[in-house]
């Protein structure tokens, strides 16, 4: 792994462990193997470096376990529904302490949706456009808003989870017939 990379995953190991400020460059640097003077060349400052980490990070593996335009519908919203839950119980930790982060300090997520996470909204979102121009969703609500609405509970669901404790049981099948209620389409 070049320095670079060493540096943005150091970053973004730090960011979630001790926070904006407790992510100093020296120890970012010191993680990645490089010296300080290394980690200011290539990004020019810590905010850079973390907005640089914060755009690139997909986790391995989770935009090949998007559902395709092509998957039939309530396989595609298992796929996501199944790749969604695995991002979050793999990052339990890294999720809640980095939306925190973000929230504190916007300045880290830079003038739009980092580019990482745009690549994972526009893959799922062109799910949900190819279902409604295929008649299998309704067309009065935008592929947007469908999207969240799938996602949202789940993410509240794991909120709830690591902030109280709270832990229900979620009925994949049930879920995905529940969210699809009032929701197909004329085909």
Do not use: C, W
């Not at 809640?96 to 745009?118: F, I, N, T, V």
């Not at 299998?136 to 799938?150: G, H, K, T, V």
Request: hydrophobic share 45%; net charge positive.
């Amino acid at each position: 792994m070049d320095p670079s990379e060493r540096l943005l995953l150091a970053a973004l190991e730090l960011l979630a462990e001790r926070g904006y400020k407790g992510a100093t460059t020296k120890e970012i640097a010191r993680r990645a193997g490089v010296n300080e003077v290394t980690l200011f060349r290539r990004f020019g400052s810590k905010e850079a470096l973390l907005r640089a980490a914060l755009s690139r990070f997909i986790p391995a593996g989770f935009l090949e376990r998007l559902p395709e335009e092509d998957t039939p519908l309530e396989e595609g919203l298992r796929q996501l529904l199944e790749a969604y839950l695995d991002l979050l119980k793999a990052h339990q930790a890294f999720l809640p302490k980095l939306l925190a982060e973000l929230l504190r300090h916007p300045q880290l997520r830079g003038p739009g949706p980092p580019e990482g996470m745009l690549r994972v909204l526009e893959r799922v979102m062109a799910f949900f456009r190819a279902k409604q121009q295929q008649g299998f969703l309704r067309l009065d609500e935008a592929p947007e808003e469908m999207a969240l609405a799938f996602v949202g509970p789940l993410m509240a669901r794991f909120l709830l989870g690591e902030a109280l404790g709270v832990r229900l049981p979620l009925d994949k099948g049930a879920y995905v017939k529940g969210y699809l209620e009032g929701r197909y389409g004329a085909g």
